[in-house]
């Protein structure tokens, strides 16, 4: 779930046309194709600030081969249903990425190396949330718990929901296609292991281990 009222406000404007188009024209195919190019518009504007943003945080910390690995992964969950082409260019010192779409959009960028691998911080304006835990269990097992974090403008149920939408896209997209073609589990232990860094952030979450630990009951000291 974003923090960013930018698609609540989008979300308000198709509500509006809705109501709007059959009064502005009384040919309601006409409207619905209004609606349409007006949706799909949206639908671009936003993937477009999406992937700059991406090109704009990302960690790179160098052009070897795990961390070229890692960015291209990052964007095939990001971006599942597109093409994802990365050149490193060693002597610019930076990764060119590109990700052609299945309707025909098409992205391209450069993404810098970072000496100290962090990325660019927020935007002049852009109001920079701090992460707060968020242990998780599962049902069957209470006592196994992972160690995550939240924004702290997100409830736990509504954190809940973005780590189960983060978890169903994973699974959805290459990446995790091919690993379950390898025989990989579809499970939580693996999905936590496996996904980017990168995709947990949009949702407003945090992986701080990777590999889960049972709690330690603490026992009163004898005597």
Same mark, same amino acid.
Request: charge should be negative; charged fraction near 30%.
């Given at each position: 779930?974003?923090?960013?009222?930018?698609?609540?406000?989008?979300?308000?404007?198709?509500?509006?046309?809705?109501?709007?188009?059959?009064?502005?024209?009384?040919?309601?195919?006409?409207?619905?194709?209004?609606?349409?190019?007006?949706?799909?518009?949206?639908?671009?504007?936003?993937?477009?600030?999406?992937?700059?943003?991406?090109?704009?945080?990302?960690?790179?910390?160098?052009?070897?081969?795990?961390?070229?690995?890692?960015?291209?992964?990052?964007?095939?969950?990001?971006? +599942? *249903?597109?093409?994802?082409?990365?050149? !490193?260019?060693?002597? $610019?010192?930076?990764? #060119?990425?590109?990700?052609?779409? %299945?309707?025909?959009?098409?992205?391209?960028?450069?993404?810098?190396?970072?000496?100290?691998?962090?990325?660019?911080?927020?935007?002049?304006?852009?109001?920079?949330?701090?992460?707060?835990?968020?242990?998780?269990?599962?049902?069957?097992?209470?006592?196994?718990?992972?160690?995550?974090?939240?924004?702290?403008?997100?409830?736990?149920?509504?954190?809940?929901?973005?780590?189960?939408?983060?978890?169903?896209?994973?699974?959805?997209?290459?990446?995790?296609?091919?690993?379950? +073609? *390898?025989?990989?589990?579809?499970?939580? !232990?693996?999905?936590? $292991?496996?996904?980017? #860094?990168?995709?947990?952030?949009? %949702?407003?979450?945090?992986?701080?281990?990777?590999?889960?630990?049972?709690?330690?009951?603490?026992?009163?000291?004898?005597?």
């Amino acid at each position: 779930m974003k923090s960013s009222s930018k698609p609540d406000t989008e979300a308000q404007l198709l509500d509006l046309l809705k109501q709007v188009l059959p009064k502005a024209t009384p040919d309601p195919r006409l409207a619905g194709k209004i609606y349409e190019a007006v949706e799909h518009e949206l639908k671009t504007q936003a993937r477009a600030t999406a992937f700059a943003k991406f090109c704009r945080r990302v960690p790179l910390p160098d052009l070897e081969a795990k961390s070229v690995a890692d960015v291209r992964d990052q964007l095939h969950a990001s971006f +599942r *249903d597109g093409d994802v082409t990365v050149k !490193p260019d060693r002597k $610019a010192k930076l990764l #060119a990425v590109e990700v052609a779409l %299945a309707d025909g959009q098409q992205f391209s960028g450069e993404i810098p190396v970072r000496a100290n691998g962090a990325a660019e911080p927020e935007e002049d304006g852009e109001l920079a949330l701090k992460f707060v835990p968020f242990p998780v269990c599962l049902p069957g097992d209470p006592e196994l718990v992972w160690l995550l974090a939240k924004h702290e403008n997100l409830t736990g149920d509504e954190a809940a929901m973005a780590l189960a939408k983060a978890e169903e896209d994973f699974w959805a997209s290459k990446t995790g296609q091919k690993l379950l +073609r *390898d025989r990989v589990e579809r499970s939580f !232990p693996e999905f936590i $292991a496996r996904v980017p #860094a990168g995709v947990l952030r949009d %949702a407003g979450l945090r992986r701080h281990y990777k590999e889960p630990e049972p709690i330690q009951t603490l026992r009163p000291p004898v005597g």
